[in-house]
């Protein structure tokens, strides 16, 4: 789903029995745990790669798992490209030294006008899809096509 906002997206996390990914929770889970990977299918990096992006496809209007060989470690689809996802946390451009430093699944919860998104989009370069990707903060209030989100839960 896209043109969701943050709180939007917060709340149907919420009332569908899950919650939306922190950044190192995402991050996990494209770079398939402890394996590391580059991109959520590995680490090919030969073109086209199999995701919805600028090379490949390049459509806001591609089917949830048009490139099953994109598919996460665990079976995600789309991870990267296809459009970016919001996750719990504000943005903070020294991510990885100010919130990640010495602490494990760490969530920035500090009350700011903006939110992390992850995953790449549509109209990304292949660079915008890896892993460990960020983008730039959005607005919690905005809405875009390039913009969705998909809700974490526990594994029982």
């Known amino acids: 789903m896209n043109c969701v906002g943050w709180h939007d ?75 970016l996802g919001w996750n719990l946390d504000r943005f903070a451009g020294n991510y990885y030294t100010e919130t990640r430093s010495g602490c494990s699944d760490c969530a920035n919860l500090v009350d700011d006008n903006t939110r992390a998104l992850r995953g790449g989009y549509w109209f990304n370069f292949a660079g915008s899809l890896h892993a460990a990707a960020r983008n730039n903060d959005y607005s919690p209030v905005s809405r875009n096509t390039n913009v969705g989100f998909r809700c974490a839960r526990s594994v029982e």
């Open 9 to 83: 997206s917060f709340a149907f996390c919420i009332w569908d029995g899950g919650w939306l990914p922190t950044e190192a929770e995402w991050e996990y889970a494209a770079a398939g745990g402890e394996q590391n990977r580059l991109f959520p299918w590995g680490n090919d990096v030969t073109e086209p790669l199999p995701a919805n992006y600028s090379e490949n496809h390049a459509t806001s209007f591609l089917t949830v798992g048009s490139e099953p060989l994109g598919n996460g470690r665990w079976g995600h689809a789309d991870l990267g490209g296809s459009m």
